[in-house]
């Protein structure tokens, strides 16, 4: 399967909220016709509507043999919302999910065993075209399904193959509840430097930019974090002491992290039985 058959079979967007917009955009703006994609929501966004003006099908009659459907309607909406796609199941197109939770038994369950069906999770950055999205397919989806998904989830980021479905969780834990993380240390840098003297307006300022800044460096840098950890740490300087408490190996950032991620790794697993 190719973009080719994707311009002349059609895309079929099931859900079409916060992702399912970046997603949508990202892939207008790489030259995908609005007039090959077909949109279900039952509550269309303002920018959904003006697509629809450009030539996109908004909740219309869906054409007979899609290339791909994409699920990304909210999790706790899948089971009433398949039925409107289900008749696609027959072995001709693909499905492609971005629901977090959902497992490639749950779609074979509702589905059928005929579907190639990939199930991958991106992560918020992905409105901002930086996301990192995580897929694997069942064993209906051949090299060139999961080709034609990365080309298409590369619209809002970078991808990853997983080599079982079992790491979903882990990944789920890591960098689909990562951004998270990242935002709650903004918010903790932030609160430091207010104890420190600093207003706080300015405080959240420095923090954004130097969380935003590191992040852009350690993914442009040809050296690993820990290195460029190491490049801006004087010895004994104010660095040095700041890093003294936080690599500590019962109270730093290394436990408190595996135990966070851990917790998120299970609770995934729950969810997902």
């Known amino acids: 399967m190719t973009m080719d058959d994707l311009r002349a079979r059609g895309l079929v967007l099931l859900g079409c909220g916060k992702m399912g917009s970046a997603m949508l955009e990202g892939w207008l703006k790489g030259g995908l016709p609005a007039g090959s994609v077909w949109a279900l929501d039952p509550h269309p966004s303002d ?3 003006a697509r629809a003006a450009e030539g996109l099908h908004l909740n219309t009659a869906l054409p007979q043999s899609p290339a791909i459907v994409l699920l990304a309607v909210k999790p706790q909406m899948m089971d009433d919302a398949l039925p409107q796609v289900a008749r696609f199941a027959d072995g001709r197109t693909l499905f492609l999910s971005v629901a977090a939770g959902k497992t490639l038994g749950y779609f074979a369950t509702h589905l059928g065993d005929a579907a190639p069906v990939i199930r991958s999770i991106p992560n918020t950055p992905a409105a901002v075209g930086r996301g990192i999205t995580a ?4 064993a209906k989806v051949d090299e060139g399904a999961l080709s034609l998904a990365e080309g298409l989830l590369s619209a809002v980021g ?8 079992d790491q979903m969780d882990a990944v789920t834990a890591l960098s689909g509840s990562g951004p998270a993380y990242v935002f709650h240390l903004i918010e903790a840098l932030a ?3 207010v104890a420190q003297g600093l207003p706080p307006e300015m405080a959240m300022k420095l923090a954004k930019a130097t969380v935003g800044g590191a992040g852009q460096l350690a993914e442009d840098a040809a050296e ?3 290195q460029l950890r190491v490049n ?7 660095t040095a ?12 950032f290394p436990p408190l992290l595996k135990r ?5 790794t299970a609770r995934s697993k729950e969810l997902g039985a």
């Open 232 to 238: 801006v740490t004087s010895p004994g300087g104010t």
């Open 158 to 165: 970078q991808t990853v193959r997983l080599e079982t479905e």
């Open 135 to 138: 897929l694997i397919g069942n």
């Open 260 to 264: 966070a991620v851990a917790a998120a």
């Open 224 to 226: 690993d974090p820990a």
């Open 191 to 193: 609160a430091a430097g």
């Open 47 to 49: 920018w959904l509507t």
């Open 241 to 252: 002491a700041a890093l003294q408490v936080l690599m500590d190996d019962e109270t730093g």
